[in-house]
């Protein structure tokens, strides 16, 4: 048990949600059950935790390294391809309590992103580092390290070959779909792909208020499939893809990175809260249906009570929430699978 601060009050409330990532996932071709199945696995761990009295920090890392290992996920094990057929990989962490915060960027191979982000985090006087510099900080840092070879799972593969194989009709056609002046793929990347029925737009993340109160915040991703070398995408940025802070919320997001660091997405939600005396709720749902566009993305987040959203613009956004008044919900599209009841009335801690 990772107890917070000797003068901080526990109590038996805690929350937890978690994402997958949001896009266009097909009815009819996506392994939804598989899909539900990685969820609940990934909010039993965490829920399991919290409820021991784990910290949240501690918490989302763990659930978010689970994630990474799970192929089906556009994070560690289950990263996506570079235009050149190599990987690199981001992550961030940040505690709700302190501010502190860890992030990395365009890492080739460590088996978990968020772990080296966490380290940058605790052991460093660094936010972020990126590259070949927090590769070679993983193995000062005793990270486990993988070969390029451990990420290149065979849905990806696929994957790649298939849209490096249209990326290329398309520059022949004069299509609509080109590559643009820093050789990123832009045609219709949030449309259904042939293989699993699901294009979502990367990411992986978690966000937790444990018993002490504390928040904190976690995001992994293996970014944009044929994206330019050395391409950053929102979440390694705090502020546009992750944050934490226990004055206003813990926000995890996914979708199209761009946007999200020009609308500096996850700090807009907690500043509309703190300026602007907004609900969680009413926060989220402006930034997500006002500021940013239909099927940029979404984002789950937590409240200092406990409350917890998770609110997309797309067609969907693999997601899941648990609390300690017994939700346990994971769900796809619009429809939340419960495998216990909630309480009948709203109370902090079941919000959508």
Known sequence: MNQTSSQEAETPNWALAIHGGAGSANRDTTDAEGYRQALRAALALGAEQLAAGEASVQVVENVVSALEDDERFNAGRGSVFTSIGTHEMDAAIMDGRTLACGAVAAVKNVRNPIKLARRVMEDTPHVLISGPGADDFAVISGVERRPQAYFNTERQLQRFRE??????????????????????????????????????????????????????????????????????????????????????????????????????????????????????????????????????????????????????????????????????????????????????????????
């Open 163 to 352: 849209l490096r194989a249209q990326r290329r009709a398309d520059e022949q056609s004069g299509g609509d779909a080109v590559t643009n002046a820093l050789g990123d793929y832009t045609g219709n990347a949030g449309a259904p792909d042939s293989l699993g029925g699901a294009s979502h737009l990367g990411t992986v993340g978690a966000v937790a208020m444990d018993r002490y109160g504390n928040l904190a915040a976690a995001t992994s991703t293996g970014g944009t499939m044929l994206k330019r070398i050395g391409r950053v995408g929102d979440v390694p940025v705090i502020g546009a893809g992750t944050y934490a802070n226990n004055a206003t919320a813990a926000i995890s997001c996914t979708g199209r990175g761009e946007e999200f660091i020009r609308h500096a997405v996850a700090h807009d939600v907690s500043a509309l809260i703190s300026y602007g005396g907004l609900s969680l709720a009413e926060a989220v749902h402006q930034v997500i249906r006002e500021k940013l566009q239909p099927g940029d993305g979404g984002l789950i987040a937590v409240s200092p009570d406990g409350t917890i959203v998770m609110e997309f613009n797309t067609n969907a956004m693999f997601r899941g929430a648990a609390n300690s008044l017994g939700r346990f919900d994971v769900g796809i599209w619009d429809e939340l699978q419960s495998r216990r009841a909630a309480p009948a009335q709203a109370t902090p801690g079941t919000g959508q």
